[in-house]
């Protein structure tokens, strides 16, 4: 008796992932070829367009779901008791988007804040980045540690701005050394986080 329809569509979209999860390991995600995932998870191109569009649909769904578990581990660490802890919480999500420009530049592509193509779990990373992040301000902004002049869900909202221009920067082909995200990031957060005189 033959698998259902549905549940061969399921195994080969599986397969896919694995396959491509498997060499994005090996090659990156800038170097992975679709002729090469199709090869090995025996399929045609065909069938991987019509699992994920193209390749960069089928690496939207990869990092969509690297980004939720980032978040996963994010979520189950303390909260952050000043703003340096603030920024050593937030340079997992950073190192893993610096890993590759590929990486930073669907993020930004699928979430929809530069185009219309969205990945909903794309989408639904950053919404929880925000709300986590703000979580952590409220905590801060109840200590003193941080401004009060905003609500928290502002000043989050501003973090990932500031850390969607360091990881923009460290891609910039004019800035030659590598970057140093902490320092950067901690640079730009503690002048935008900083309780306000007055």
């Known amino acids: 008796m033959s698998r259902p329809p549905q549940k061969r569509r399921l195994e080969t979209r599986a ?49 969509g779901a690297r980004m939720m578990a980032i978040l996963d581990d994010t979520e ?32 930004l592509r699928y979430s929809g804040t530069t185009g219309t193509q969205t990945d909903e779990v794309i989408t639904q990373s950053f919404f929880r980045q925000i709300a986590l992040w703000a979580g952590w301000v409220s905590a801060l902004q109840a200590t003193g540690e941080i401004r009060r002049d905003q609500p928290a869900e502002h000043l989050a909202e501003g ?19 590598p970057a140093d995200f902490r320092k950067e990031l901690g640079g730009y957060l503690t002048a935008w986080l900083a309780p306000q005189a007055g």
Not at 159 to 174: E, G, I, W, Y
Request: a negative charge; proline letters at 3%; aromatic letters at 8%.
């Open 76 to 107: 189950a660490s303390p909260t952050p008791q000043t703003v340096t802890d603030l920024v050593d919480r937030l340079l997992p999500v950073v190192t893993f988007v610096a890993e590759d420009r590929v990486i930073f530049d669907l993020l």
């Open 159 to 177: 973090m990932q701005a500031f850390l969607n221009h360091v990881l923009a920067l460290s891609f910039c082909a004019a800035h030659g050394t």
């Open 15 to 63: 397969r896919l992932l694995e396959v491509a999860d498997a060499q994005i390991a090996n090659v990156g995600y800038s170097g992975l070829r679709v002729e090469d995932v199709v090869a090995e998870a025996g399929v045609a191109k065909g069938t991987l367009f019509s699992h994920f569009g193209d390749k960069d649909g089928l690496l939207a769904v990869l990092i």
